[in-house]
C-alpha cells in the first residue's frame, strides 16, 4: 500500500509543479503573445551600465523570434548599441509575457530595411535610407509565462520556462 502511496504522490507532484515543456509549445505559446501585444518594450544598457528602456512598435517576422525595430540614426539607442550590443525585450498579454534576451545589430543597407518595413512606420521617417536605422534582434534565450497555457515558471523561485537559443 505504501508504494501505490508513494507512486501517487509522485505522479500528483510531477503533475502539479512541473514546469518540463517541450520547446515547441514554448516557443508557439511565446509566439501568440508576441503577436498579440503588438508593441514590446525594448532595454538597452546606457553609458552608465544602466537598464535603457522604451515601448516600440516591432516587426515580427516568422523566423525564429529574429525581431526588428526602426528607430532614428541619431537616437540613444543606437549609440547605446553601439557601445553595448546586449539588448532584450519584452512583450506582454493578459496571460503573460515573453521576454527575448539577445544581441542586437544596427542594419543600415535600404534593400534590408526596405524588406522589414513596417507601413505603419512611414509617417515618422521621410526617408528611410537618411533617417531610418533598422535595428535587428537576434535571440540568445527566450522565457515564457502564459497562465492560461498552465505555464506559470517555478513555484518556489519564480523562475519562467526558458529556451536557450
Known sequence: MSKILFFITII???????????????????????????????????????????????????????????????????SEIKNNKRATLTFQNPNGYVTI?????????????????????TPYYEDIDKNAILIKVVPVSLEVVNSSKGIEGDKETWSPATIIF
Open 12 to 78: 500528483f507532484f510531477q503533475i502539479n509543479y512541473s514546469q518540463d515543456y517541450s520547446d515547441s509549445f514554448l516557443k508557439e505559446t511565446a509566439k501568440l503573445i508576441m503577436y498579440e501585444s503588438k508593441t514590446c518594450v525594448f532595454t538597452t544598457i546606457d553609458n552608465n551600465g544602466g537598464p535603457s528602456s522604451r515601448i516600440m512598435d516591432p516587426f515580427i517576422p516568422n523566423n525564429d523570434f529574429i525581431v526588428y525595430l526602426i528607430t532614428n540614426p541619431k537616437s540613444r539607442k543606437v
Open 101 to 121: 534576451k539577445g544581441t542586437s545589430l544596427l542594419i543600415n543597407d535600404l534593400d534590408i530595411k526596405n524588406k522589414y518595413w513596417k507601413k505603419e512606420w
